[in-house]
């Protein structure tokens, strides 16, 4: 499986991005698909993630503020953030989960400007 992400840029507090993310393979049964991000000296945590089944998962930090969507028949997921803050700033991954394996994109790098 490939992932590969587009999107990222610098952007104002309170400005918007859309980040999105096309999977393609020989054999695609995606499971789940996602958003993780990586600040710098911080660990990887996930921001939003949407299953098969549609049934959304966000961070605390993304509820209200971000909104993942997912085109089964593209195998494309996207995440609009709005009302980005300083602290939203990070590498953004891709995150795939294709018949039990775990799949990450190469990242896009999100700076938000205070």
């Known amino acids: 499986v490939q992932l590969q992400a587009f999107g990222g840029g610098l952007v104002q507090a309170g400005g918007s991005l859309r980040l999105s993310c096309a999977a393609s393979?020989?054999?695609?049964?995606?499971?789940?698909m996602g958003w993780y991000r990586q600040a710098p000296g911080k660990q990887r945590e996930l921001v939003a993630i949407i299953p098969s089944n549609g049934r959304t998962t966000y961070s605390d930090s993304a509820k209200g503020r971000f909104t993942i969507s997912r085109d089964g028949a593209k195998n494309t997921v996207d995440l609009q953030m709005n009302s980005l803050k300083p602290e939203d700033t990070a590498v953004y991954y891709c995150y795939v989960v294709n018949l039990g394996s775990a799949y990450w994109g190469q990242g896009t790098q999100v700076t938000v400007s205070s």
């Open positions: 393979g020989s054999t695609l049964m995606i499971n789940v």
